[in-house]
DNA sequence: GTCCATACTTGCAAAAAACAAGTGTATTGT
DNA sequence: ACAATACACTTGTTTTTTGCAAGTATGGAC
């Protein structure tokens, strides 16, 4: 299994790399992540669950019942390959005249 | 949309970026693909028509019936990407112990 | 106590992926 | 000429994943 395999097992799924870009720019709650991204509510659910537990994100308790989701250092550690995809898609559509 | 999104329209099914991964290391054809990958064939078969249409790779009729996939300029930009997953990946696996 | 917000869960239909088997074309061996 | 093999797929069918709609649980605010 190689690096790349490793790295789409946490972040290949549907929703996950957009989640996580949308935490970069600071921690934010369900709400805010589901409006942002328009992602269903029960992917949406599953997903911040799935990348709990590899690490990637952690819940902060906020008062009441709601909470926070905020990138850990290894979802922080995403940026560059976030950013390098994030570039190579801007390409994708400065040229898309083409097809 | 965001830039990521464009991105993963074109990268992020199952299968993409390891098809794309693959063929850095040059031109290859489909059965080697399918060898190198464990890609399931009908699988492998419409990613791979998928990234021609989306301009990545393409066809390059060897003699007889046989073709090889080669990336584009456009798939060869992407290597920047697959390197920094590729790194997120490996790190994870370091840690794992922990989980 | 009623209303509202937040963070989910549950049930079901649609879409995508995996599995298994088969097809068409050319090539090689006898 | 004919059978066996290689290559690049296609065609069903089952399983998994995703999406949509609706409902539930908890905690204030009024």
Tied chains: 1, 2.
């Excluded at 957009?18 to 942002?36: K, T």
Aim: proline share 3%.
């Amino acid at each position: 299994m190689s690096d790349l395999t490793a790295a789409l097992e946490v972040v290949g799924a549907r929703w996950a790399l957009l989640i996580v870009e949308q935490l970069l720019e600071g921690p934010q709650r369900y709400g805010d992540l589901q409006r942002a991204l328009g992602t269903p509510t029960n992917m949406l659910a599953t997903r911040l669950r799935e990348l709990e537990a590899a690490g990637v994100l952690v819940r902060l308790p906020l008062r009441h019942n709601t909470r926070a989701y905020a990138l850990t250092d290894r979802g922080l550690a995403l940026r560059e390959a976030i950013d390098a995809l994030g570039r190579w898609g801007a390409e994708q559509r400065e040229g898309d005249s083409g097809r």
